[in-house]
């Protein structure tokens, strides 16, 4: 071997090292970043649970989970489909930048006004009518953190867009201190919350200004120069985002519907019941999220196109270790809640543990999902996901409607776990079918091989 072979050699493997660092670095950031989200709002929840009266905890959360669900609806899908247009087209994408936001100025005012008009003319229950009003901001700052939050990921960004997770939560923490130290009420709670709520979104303009006027840098596009165009009109936008927005939506219903109906059909107090567990499952199942929403969706837009050896690593390797790291998680859970939610929310939410040993099924089920879920939208497979979604939140509802007369809260949470489990069978069949479509799997010697040389 020649002295310039070993120079190439040692290049080669310095540069490879040094991606591998870097990646690692890029998802410490994030991991960190998604372990204090965590825990900030766990504490969050806990304080106001302890400071708050059981039945106006169940009303606030009942309302939190239905703004939450106006969310996707605000967005539009206009988030997702940054990731996917400047990942498939780079900087020709700044076309779409003006438009997209134009959108979603319009849906997050319509339904930020539909919530406040709601809450106005709705005096049956005065109190729920004033969270409503007060809650109302949360939306626009919602929107906010996801288009911020695609606009640093496709700038490689990842120790700004930890902060800018971290921000909020922070801010909604301190309101629950506050709480607990002066006894506030759960409308002093929703002032407080839409004040993080103005704030979170006032940082997220600044995010979001270098795309508006063109002048962001893409990770992994190099510039080219633009020539002017004109902008797409909005039937065109609303055709490529549409498959997002119910993507997303369908997400949220998982997520927060349950909450909102026991509080409807039930009793708030009810309602409090399960979000406790709710609580503690959508802190977990931010983990899948942050790392493929957040890291690896963008980029496995850009692998679908020209590394078909990633996409493969990503299903195997991605599946297996994400559903292994479920198992453990909900294992953990379902045995440490039966004595940490009595003790950390208080004895008189005894109640939620046998509610968050159900919910703990659907752990393993949520974290397999993500993954094969991310090569679907990747893969251009992103109508049958959001069908396969659609047909599981039928299955949801029908659940609800079937199982919490008969069962209560407990119904809700069998319901959750057989809507996951139908999406995972859906997601993986087609992906199975689709996204590998019979291609020899590398072996994991292969996959460790490929993953350092990266």
Not at 66 to 91: D, K, S
Not at 163 to 177: I, M
């Amino acid at each position: 071997m020649t002295g310039v072979q070993v120079q190439a050699d040692t290049a080669t493997a310095g540069r490879s090292g040094s991606g591998m660092a870097r990646r690692l670095r890029q998802l410490g950031l994030l991991g960190v970043s998604q372990a204090g989200v965590t825990v900030l709002a766990f504490l969050t929840q806990v304080l106001l649970a302890r400071s708050l009266p059981k039945a106006d905890f169940g009303a606030f959360m009942a309302v939190i989970s239905l703004v939450t669900l106006a969310g996707p609806l605000a967005i539009f899908g206009v988030a997702e489909f940054w990731l996917q247009r400047f990942g498939r087209e780079g900087e020709r994408a700044f076309r779409w930048v003006r438009p997209s936001i134009a959108l979603v100025v319009v849906t997050s005012g319509v339904l930020v006004a539909a919530l406040v008009v709601w809450g106005l003319l709705d005096r049956h229950d005065p109190h729920g009518g004033d969270l409503r009003i007060g809650l109302a901001p949360i939306i626009l700052s919602l929107v906010a953190m996801a288009l911020s939050g695609s606009a640093l990921q496709l700038q490689g960004a990842y120790g700004r867009l930890a902060a800018l997770q971290l921000a909020p939560q922070v801010g909604r923490l301190l309101v629950a201190v506050l709480t607990l130290a002066f006894g506030l009420s759960a409308l002093m709670v929703v002032l407080g919350y839409a004040l993080v709520a103005a704030v979170t979104v006032a940082m997220s303009v600044l995010v979001i200004a270098p795309f508006w006027y063109g002048r962001a840098t893409l990770e992994g596009h190099p510039p080219v120069l633009r020539r002017s165009t004109r902008p797409p009109r909005a039937r065109h936008l609303v055709a490529a985002t549409w498959l997002f927005l119910l993507g997303s939506l369908f997400y949220q219903l998982g997520m927060q519907l349950g909450v909102v109906v026991s509080a409807e059909f039930l009793s708030a107090e009810s309602a409090a019941v399960l979000a406790v567990p709710m609580t503690l499952l959508t802190a977990i199942y931010l983990l899948p999220r942050i790392v493929y929403q957040q890291y690896f969706l963008a980029k496995l837009h850009r692998w679908s196109r020209s590394n078909r050896s990633a996409v493969l690593i990503a299903y195997r390797a991605g599946t297996v270790g994400m559903i292994s790291l479920g198992l453990l998680l909900g294992a953990v859970v379902a045995i440490v809640g039966r004595y940490a939610i009595p003790l950390i929310f208080g004895a008189e939410y005894r109640t939620s543990v046998p509610v968050m040993a159900i919910l703990a099924l659907a752990i393993p089920l949520r974290f397999g999902s993500a993954s094969v879920e991310s090569l679907l939208m990747s893969g251009g497979l992103v109508r049958q996901k959001v069908l396969y979604q659609g047909l599981g939140s039928l299955a949801y509802l029908a659940g609800l409607a079937i199982a919490i007369p008969l069962f209560g809260v407990a119904g809700a949470a069998w319901a959750t776990v057989l809507s996951e489990a139908i999406i995972l069978v859906l997601f993986w069949s087609r992906a199975k079918r689709d996204v590998v479509a019979g291609a020899d799997l590398p072996s994991w010697a292969e996959i460790r091989r490929m993953v350092l040389k990266s």
